[in-house]
């Protein structure tokens, strides 16, 4: 069976402050991938990224970065000089090879950027 | 625009009735899925749809139906069973190619539905 942990599930900080929200994964398949998905106030969830399990390079983009540790079964996400509009709901996600493409879910981490 | 649309997104419901929650995508996906949301559960698959006239349940399918007669649209059937369907409901699609990728899911804005 598939776990996604994301131990924090509620996050302040001021704006312009870094943030890093955790997420640990547990799964016996070799083949997965993970995402983040970001869900701002209206709903609706915004795919972040994806990564491979055979691809552990970090990856960068704009003010967001992503680091995927396998040795730690891990998959952080930093957020850095925080913005209001990064206010939101993040979910971390695992698929795990074959099958329908189910999707494990955390239970996602609520992150508010105070002014 | 390609995209994912829900409606209503706001549903009022009296208990014991049932209430069909609609999604329609124009991603010319084959794959569509069903979530539920409670607060501090993050989300929890009702149905999923991987091709036309085909739908298996998902971890909660209990009190729930669906249809997939066209591939673009994938609608939910909360019925009187639901013990507890007030919840956000949240529908999205996925390209299902030949073979397993593991393809991002696009997602819907959402119905909040509230049994009264």
């Known amino acids: 069976a598939q776990k996604v942990t994301q131990a924090q599930t509620e996050i302040s900080v001021v704006e312009k402050e870094d943030v890093t929200l955790d997420c640990v994964y547990e799964t016996r398949d070799t083949t997965y991938y993970l995402f983040w998905y970001k869900q701002p106030p209206s709903g609706e969830l915004v795919f972040l990224i994806r990564r491979n399990s055979f691809d552990e390079q970090n990856e960068i983009s704009g003010r967001y970065s992503w680091n995927f540790q396998k040795s730690t079964s891990s998959f952080n996400f930093t957020i850095t000089a925080s913005q209001v509009v990064d206010s939101a709901v993040y979910f971390c996600?695992?698929?795990?090879?074959?099958?329908?493409?189910?999707?494990?879910f955390g239970i996602g981490t609520k992150l508010q950027v105070i002014p | 625009d390609g995209g994912i649309t829900q409606s209503p997104k706001y549903l009022f419901r009296k208990e014991g009735q049932n209430v069909t929650l609609s999604c329609e995508q124009n991603l010319n996906h084959d794959a569509m899925y069903w979530y539920r949301q409670d607060p501090g559960q993050g989300l929890r698959l009702i149905y999923y749809s991987q091709i036309v006239n085909d739908f298996q349940k998902g971890d909660i399918a209990e009190g729930y139906s669906v249809s997939r007669e066209k591939k673009e649209s994938f609608p939910l059937t909360v019925t009187s069973a639901q013990k507890n369907p007030t919840a956000f409901y949240l529908c999205a699609s996925s390209i299902q190619q030949g073979g397993w990728v593991g393809n991002e899911q696009f997602f819907g804005p959402g119905t909040r539905l509230t049994v009264l």
């Open positions: 996600a695992l698929i795990v090879s074959g099958g329908y493409q189910k999707v494990t």
